[in-house]
Protein backbone atom coordinates (compact mmCIF):
# COMPACT_ATOMS: atom_id res chain seq x y z
CA UNK A 1 0.00 0.00 0.00
CA UNK A 2 1.28 3.05 -0.95
CA UNK A 3 2.61 5.35 2.66
CA UNK A 4 1.50 8.06 3.79
CA UNK A 5 3.81 10.24 6.29
CA UNK A 6 0.81 12.58 7.19
CA UNK A 7 -1.01 9.53 8.53
CA UNK A 8 -0.46 7.69 12.33
CA UNK A 9 -1.98 4.46 12.34
CA UNK A 10 -2.00 1.30 14.57
CA UNK A 11 -1.93 -1.99 14.99
CA UNK A 12 -3.77 -4.24 17.51
CA UNK A 13 -1.98 -7.86 17.65
CA UNK A 14 -4.51 -10.71 18.61
CA UNK A 15 -3.01 -13.70 17.28
CA UNK A 16 -1.48 -15.30 19.99
CA UNK A 17 -2.68 -18.70 21.36
CA UNK A 18 -3.17 -17.95 25.23
CA UNK A 19 -1.89 -20.75 26.57
CA UNK A 20 -2.53 -19.45 30.30
CA UNK A 21 -5.52 -18.67 29.59
CA UNK A 22 -6.61 -22.46 29.18
CA UNK A 23 -6.95 -22.13 25.60
CA UNK A 24 -9.98 -19.02 25.40
CA UNK A 25 -9.78 -16.05 22.96
CA UNK A 26 -8.07 -13.31 25.40
CA UNK A 27 -9.08 -10.90 22.77
CA UNK A 28 -12.85 -11.79 23.80
CA UNK A 29 -11.96 -11.63 27.38
CA UNK A 30 -14.02 -9.25 29.66
CA UNK A 31 -11.96 -5.78 31.30
CA UNK A 32 -14.58 -5.64 34.03
CA UNK A 33 -16.18 -2.36 32.17
CA UNK A 34 -18.81 -4.31 29.75
CA UNK A 35 -16.25 -4.37 27.14
CA UNK A 36 -13.69 -7.24 25.87
CA UNK A 37 -10.08 -6.15 25.67
CA UNK A 38 -10.14 -6.05 22.34
CA UNK A 39 -13.27 -3.43 22.01
CA UNK A 40 -11.29 -1.87 25.15
CA UNK A 41 -8.01 -1.17 23.27
CA UNK A 42 -9.98 -0.54 19.99
CA UNK A 43 -11.32 2.65 21.65
CA UNK A 44 -8.58 4.18 23.44
CA UNK A 45 -6.48 3.62 19.37
CA UNK A 46 -9.73 5.54 17.79
CA UNK A 47 -7.80 9.02 17.84
CA UNK A 48 -5.36 7.71 15.61
CA UNK A 49 -5.71 8.20 11.76
CA UNK A 50 -6.28 4.21 11.11
CA UNK A 51 -6.07 1.12 12.62
CA UNK A 52 -5.76 -2.75 11.56
CA UNK A 53 -6.52 -5.88 13.88
CA UNK A 54 -3.49 -8.78 13.20
CA UNK A 55 -4.58 -12.13 14.11
CA UNK A 56 -3.54 -16.05 13.29
CA UNK A 57 -6.66 -17.43 11.38
CA UNK A 58 -10.03 -16.25 9.16
CA UNK A 59 -12.01 -16.84 11.10
CA UNK A 60 -11.00 -14.70 13.62
CA UNK A 61 -9.99 -11.92 11.32
CA UNK A 62 -13.81 -12.13 10.60
CA UNK A 63 -14.46 -12.03 14.25
CA UNK A 64 -13.11 -9.43 15.19
CA UNK A 65 -14.06 -7.20 12.70
CA UNK A 66 -17.69 -7.90 13.15
CA UNK A 67 -17.00 -6.96 17.19
CA UNK A 68 -15.00 -3.82 16.54
CA UNK A 69 -15.33 -2.78 13.02
CA UNK A 70 -11.50 -2.36 12.31
CA UNK A 71 -10.60 -4.06 10.00
CA UNK A 72 -8.61 -7.32 10.52
CA UNK A 73 -5.64 -9.14 8.26
CA UNK A 74 -4.23 -12.72 8.38
CA UNK A 75 -0.40 -12.57 9.25
CA UNK A 76 1.37 -14.52 6.82
CA UNK A 77 4.32 -15.64 8.93
CA UNK A 78 4.09 -17.43 12.44
CA UNK A 79 4.91 -15.17 15.67
CA UNK A 80 4.70 -11.74 16.29
CA UNK A 81 6.78 -10.24 13.73
CA UNK A 82 4.79 -11.91 11.30
CA UNK A 83 1.24 -10.16 12.75
CA UNK A 84 3.30 -6.97 12.85
CA UNK A 85 4.50 -7.34 8.98
CA UNK A 86 0.94 -8.22 8.34
CA UNK A 87 -0.59 -5.50 9.64
CA UNK A 88 1.83 -2.85 8.10
CA UNK A 89 1.37 -4.49 4.52
CA UNK A 90 -2.01 -3.40 5.19
CA UNK A 91 -1.70 0.34 6.43
CA UNK A 92 -0.55 3.60 4.43
CA UNK A 93 -0.02 5.56 7.75
CA UNK A 94 3.64 6.24 7.80
CA UNK A 95 4.36 6.29 11.73
CA UNK A 96 2.47 3.57 13.11
CA UNK A 97 1.93 2.39 17.23
CA UNK A 98 1.66 -1.12 17.80
CA UNK A 99 0.38 -2.72 20.73
CA UNK A 100 -0.35 -6.34 22.14
CA UNK A 101 -4.69 -6.54 22.46
CA UNK A 102 -3.65 -8.19 26.21
CA UNK A 103 -2.78 -4.04 27.11
CA UNK A 104 -6.69 -2.48 28.24
CA UNK A 105 -5.11 0.69 29.97
CA UNK A 106 -3.34 1.83 27.18
CA UNK A 107 -3.24 5.87 27.03
CA UNK A 108 -3.28 8.16 23.62
CA UNK A 109 -1.35 11.04 25.60
CA UNK A 110 1.84 8.62 26.04
CA UNK A 111 1.33 7.26 22.42
CA UNK A 112 0.76 10.73 21.04
CA UNK A 113 4.65 11.49 23.40
CA UNK A 114 6.01 8.43 21.78
CA UNK A 115 4.99 9.92 18.10
CA UNK A 116 6.85 12.59 19.14
CA UNK A 117 9.92 11.22 20.30
CA UNK A 118 10.49 9.21 16.75
CA UNK A 119 11.65 12.17 15.14
CA UNK A 120 15.18 11.32 13.63
CA UNK A 121 14.69 7.34 14.41
CA UNK A 122 12.99 4.10 12.70
CA UNK A 123 11.38 3.02 16.51
CA UNK A 124 10.80 4.40 19.67
CA UNK A 125 10.89 1.71 22.37
CA UNK A 126 9.97 2.54 25.90
CA UNK A 127 12.94 1.33 28.53
CA UNK A 128 12.79 0.70 32.28
CA UNK A 129 15.70 1.62 34.10
CA UNK A 130 16.82 -2.02 34.76
CA UNK A 131 17.26 -2.17 31.35
CA UNK A 132 14.06 -4.08 30.23
CA UNK A 133 11.76 -2.64 27.10
CA UNK A 134 8.37 -2.39 26.56
CA UNK A 135 8.41 -4.25 22.89
CA UNK A 136 4.96 -4.15 22.72
CA UNK A 137 4.31 -0.55 22.66
CA UNK A 138 6.21 0.43 20.14
CA UNK A 139 5.92 3.61 17.76
CA UNK A 140 7.94 3.03 14.31
CA UNK A 141 8.34 3.75 10.59
CA UNK A 142 6.25 1.69 8.48
CA UNK A 143 8.82 1.83 5.63
CA UNK A 144 11.71 0.32 7.29
CA UNK A 145 10.33 -2.04 9.44
CA UNK A 146 8.40 -3.25 6.30
CA UNK A 147 11.93 -3.85 4.92
CA UNK A 148 13.32 -5.38 7.94
CA UNK A 149 10.46 -7.70 8.96
CA UNK A 150 10.57 -9.03 5.74
CA UNK A 151 14.29 -9.79 5.78
CA UNK A 152 13.68 -11.43 9.73
CA UNK A 153 10.53 -12.91 8.68
CA UNK A 154 11.59 -15.09 5.70
CA UNK A 155 14.63 -16.49 8.02
CA UNK A 156 12.23 -17.59 10.56
CA UNK A 157 12.73 -15.01 13.20
CA UNK A 158 10.98 -15.14 16.25
CA UNK A 159 12.21 -12.25 18.43
CA UNK A 160 10.90 -9.16 18.45
CA UNK A 161 13.76 -7.41 19.76
CA UNK A 162 15.44 -8.55 16.36
CA UNK A 163 13.37 -5.66 15.08
CA UNK A 164 14.53 -3.24 17.03
CA UNK A 165 18.21 -4.38 16.86
CA UNK A 166 18.07 -3.66 12.81
CA UNK A 167 17.25 -0.48 13.00
CA UNK A 168 17.59 3.03 14.22
CA UNK A 169 16.04 2.42 17.95
CA UNK A 170 15.03 5.26 20.34
CA UNK A 171 14.99 3.49 23.99
CA UNK A 172 13.11 5.94 25.26
CA UNK A 173 13.56 5.98 29.14
CA UNK A 174 10.10 5.52 30.75
CA UNK A 175 10.75 8.49 33.04
CA UNK A 176 10.32 10.62 30.37
CA UNK A 177 6.40 9.30 30.29
CA UNK A 178 5.63 9.59 34.33
CA UNK A 179 4.67 12.65 34.13
CA UNK A 180 1.67 11.25 31.77
CA UNK A 181 1.27 8.28 33.80
CA UNK A 182 3.07 7.80 37.05
CA UNK A 183 2.28 4.59 37.62
CA UNK A 184 3.16 3.70 33.98
CA UNK A 185 -0.33 1.85 33.79
CA UNK A 186 -0.19 1.54 30.34
CA UNK A 187 2.19 -0.83 29.63
CA UNK A 188 -0.12 -3.04 31.97
CA UNK A 189 -0.59 -6.71 30.28
CA UNK A 190 -3.20 -9.47 31.18
CA UNK A 191 -1.45 -12.00 31.15
CA UNK A 192 -3.31 -15.40 33.12
CA UNK A 193 -6.75 -15.41 34.88
CA UNK A 194 -5.57 -14.71 37.91
CA UNK A 195 -4.17 -11.16 36.53
CA UNK A 196 -7.52 -10.72 34.75
CA UNK A 197 -8.81 -11.15 38.06
CA UNK A 198 -7.46 -8.22 39.57
CA UNK A 199 -8.18 -5.94 36.95
CA UNK A 200 -11.68 -6.61 36.71
CA UNK A 201 -12.02 -6.08 40.83
CA UNK A 202 -9.54 -2.78 40.44
CA UNK A 203 -12.16 -1.59 37.68
CA UNK A 204 -15.18 -2.58 39.01
CA UNK A 205 -14.21 -0.35 41.94
CA UNK A 206 -13.56 2.40 39.88
CA UNK A 207 -16.59 4.91 39.40
CA UNK A 208 -18.38 4.32 36.00
CA UNK A 209 -16.71 7.49 34.13
CA UNK A 210 -13.06 6.74 35.07
CA UNK A 211 -14.02 3.39 33.70
CA UNK A 212 -12.14 3.65 30.29
CA UNK A 213 -9.22 5.06 31.64
CA UNK A 214 -7.06 3.55 34.19
CA UNK A 215 -7.67 0.51 36.90
CA UNK A 216 -6.30 1.46 40.61
CA UNK A 217 -2.58 1.76 40.95
CA UNK A 218 -1.63 -0.91 43.07
CA UNK A 219 -3.56 -3.46 40.74
CA UNK A 220 -1.62 -1.94 37.78
CA UNK A 221 1.60 -2.09 39.05
CA UNK A 222 0.83 -5.97 40.15
CA UNK A 223 -0.17 -6.68 36.61
CA UNK A 224 2.56 -4.47 34.88
CA UNK A 225 5.08 -6.90 32.92
CA UNK A 226 7.78 -5.97 30.88
CA UNK A 227 10.74 -7.91 28.48
CA UNK A 228 14.48 -7.95 29.55
CA UNK A 229 16.36 -5.89 26.87
CA UNK A 230 18.83 -8.16 25.09
Known sequence: MRPNDGLKGGIILAGGGAKRFGGIDKSLARAGNGRTF?????????????LVIATSDSSRA???HRLTGVPAVVDGHPGILGGILAGLESLSAGEVFLAAVDM???????????????????????VHPNGFIEPLHVVLRRAPSIDALRILCGRGE????????????????VELLRE????????????????????????????????????????????TSSLKRD
Request: net charge neutral.
Open 38 to 50: LEEVATRLSFLDE
Open 104 to 126: PLLRPDVIRRQFDALQGWDVVVP
Open 180 to 223: LDPELECFTNINDPGALRLLQESTRRVPPAQNSRSSSSASARAL
Open 62 to 64: DRY
Open 158 to 173: RKVSRLFDGLRTNYLP
